[in-house]
């Protein structure tokens, strides 16, 4: 079975994972370089469909959501007021009250924001089944049976919330 490295692994790319990485890359120039160099930034995301917020879209289009219920500063981008600016043209498609954005309209700024940041071909197409404690890191076992070791560790009320939350299987 191969064993790959990375210093962090997130599993799944809804908003959240997304949120988490344009802040991981406004604060670390060294990674945000890596990634514009082409090489491995120094976290791996991973999620079945092998792109960003397939749940979030899949999920607004099949009970045809014609807005968000959150107000348009809260959205992946680092800068609260990037959606307002983007919506500029676009002012029929923020709702009342606080500017909730369309659904559209929060799909193409999303699309702005994988490409600002170079996430574009960052999802790794798979699905985390396993996570085991190993010396201070953390290895993941990959539907395909490839396996991933991060360098980050839960702490036991960690590994119990994510294990009643996800279902993965978490041994020790
Ligand atoms: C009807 C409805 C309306 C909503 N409206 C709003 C709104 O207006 N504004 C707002 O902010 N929020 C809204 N939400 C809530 C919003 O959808 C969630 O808060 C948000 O999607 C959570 O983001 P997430 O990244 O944690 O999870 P998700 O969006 O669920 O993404 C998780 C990803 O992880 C992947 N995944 C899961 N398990 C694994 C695994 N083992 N290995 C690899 N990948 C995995 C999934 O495939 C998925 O792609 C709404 C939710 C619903 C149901």
Known sequence: MSIFHTDIAIIGAGPQALTLVTHLLQKKKKMRDRLTAGLSPGFQVFDPSGT???????????QEIPHLRSP??????????????????RQ?????????????????FCETVIDRWHLQDQ????QVVG??????????????GRRRSPVGWFSQLAQRRL??????????
């Open 72 to 89: 348009a500063v809260h959205h992946p981008d680092c800068n609260p007021h990037t959606l307002l600016s983007f919506a500029e043209k």
């Open 123 to 126: 999802v790794t197409k798979a």
């Open 163 to 172: 294990k009643s939350q996800t279902g993965l299987s978490i041994s020790n």
């Open 52 to 62: 960003w917020l397939a749940n979030w879209h899949q999920q607004f289009a099949a």
């Open 92 to 108: 029929d498609e923020l709702y009342a009250p606080y500017n909730r954005p369309g659904t559209k309209l929060f799909q193409d």
């Open 131 to 144: 996570l085991t404690p190993q010396k201070g890191r953390f290895c993941l076992t990959l539907a395909d």
